[in-house]
């Protein structure tokens, strides 16, 4: 029952593109300025640690290149929620 309530709110996909877009575009925006901090402090988040005995070029640049990834994927996805729309 509570189902049939929940989806009873959206009476058209018309009323729902606006929020929806709304919602996208800041998450978007939040991912973008995470992406551009990350940016400019990789060298205190990816930097040689000197703790770690196995820490090296390959691993450091393997970390990087997962966030880096993540967040090409991340970005893609909200922008093409907000096109599809």
């Not at 978007?28 to 040689?48: A, C, D, E, H, P």
């Amino acid at each position: 029952m509570l189902s049939m309530n929940v989806l009873g709110v959206v009476h058209s996909h018309a009323e729902s593109v606006l929020p929806l877009r709304i919602f996208f575009s800041a998450c978007l925006i939040v991912v973008t300025f995470g992406g551009l901090y990350m940016f400019r402090n990789r060298q205190k988040f990816f930097s040689r640690d000197p703790n770690v005995a196995a820490d090296n070029y390959g691993a450091r640049n393997l970390r990087l290149w997962q966030v880096i990834l993540v967040w090409i994927l991340l970005v893609d996805l909200l922008v093409t929620m907000i096109w599809r729309l």
